[in-house]
């Protein structure tokens, strides 16, 4: 594992073959996030889109949460609700990616924290973690895609239940719900998401990329749409080096090497 640098004290980001673990390192204030570490982070996953060392990401908090959002003693730096309404957040560092991230959901994913969550591809959680969009509590709702993933993970009501009264869930309804796919003992939890991004960057590059650019789409285009976008997106992958890689592998019968090409 080599330290792969996020020019911040705050974000450690270490690689490990070609899977790079992202933990937000502030755990003393639940791992809220200044806008200093939203800059550190969008600049992060910047430098990942074009780095071929880089096929997926694990994204984690350290100590007993993942993350509670937004330090909200640092929003009032914004001088005016415009200038609050135009920034740029960690959620948007996030929808950036165009490798696959998997969240590691250690503790408290809450406000912001839990968009964060949302926004990852494939979210596993320890048995203890708690889920809550409590912004409500405070007068203001989410904005980083809060209403819209909670409804496309988990239901209408089950979203609004959320979003309207700001209260928590814990990890077992959040599986049952569908925010996350698996719920893994704490100890276990970071190796855990580690193997299945490392299952992903075993995966061709270029394939593992378009799944996750034609899963978004998927959400936002009527069906005929989606299905044809679909097909391009096959033939793309299928034009690769790696898929006549892949072809050739199958029929000869060994594992295939997958270059990115």
Do not use: H
Not at 72 to 84: A, K, M, S, V
Not at 132 to 146: C, H, Q, R, S, T
Not at 157 to 182: F, K, R, Y
Not at 217 to 241: C, H, K, N, V
């Amino acid at each position: 594992m080599t330290d792969y640098g996020s020019g911040i004290d705050l974000i450690d980001a270490d690689l490990d073959g070609f899977v790079l673990t992202i933990r937000l390192n502030r755990p003393e204030k639940l791992n809220a996030v200044t806008q200093e570490m939203s800059a550190a982070l969008e600049a992060l996953i910047a430098r990942t889109n074009d780095d071929p060392a880089v096929r997926a990401i694990v994204y984690t908090g350290s100590g007993r949460a993942f993350s509670a959002g937004s330090d909200i003693r640092t929003l009032d730096q914004y001088e005016t609700p415009w200038e609050f309404r135009n920034r740029r957040d960690y959620c948007d560092a996030l929808r950036a990616a165009r490798k696959p991230i998997v969240a590691a959901v250690n503790g408290f994913a809450l406000g912001g924290g839990l968009e964060t969550a949302l926004t990852c591809d494939i979210r596993i959680a320890s048995t203890g973690a708690t889920f809550a969009a409590p912004e409500i509590k405070l007068g203001w709702i989410g904005g980083g895609g809060m209403s819209v993933l909670l409804a496309n993970s988990i239901g209408a009501s089950n979203a609004a239940l959320m979003l309207m009264t700001g209260d928590p869930i814990d990890a077992p309804t959040a599986l049952a719900w569908g925010i996350v796919s698996e719920l893994v003992e704490p100890d276990a939890l970071l190796a855990r998401a580690q193997e299945i991004a490392a299952t992903i960057a075993s995966r061709p590059p270029i394939a593992a990329e378009t799944a996750k650019a034609n899963l978004r789409a998927a959400y936002s285009l009527p069906l005929d749409q989606a299905i044809a976008y679909e097909r391009e997106m096959q033939g793309i992958t299928f034009a690769t080096e790696d898929a006549a890689e892949g072809r050739a592998a199958f029929a000869e019968k060994r594992p295939a090497v997958f270059s990115g090409r």
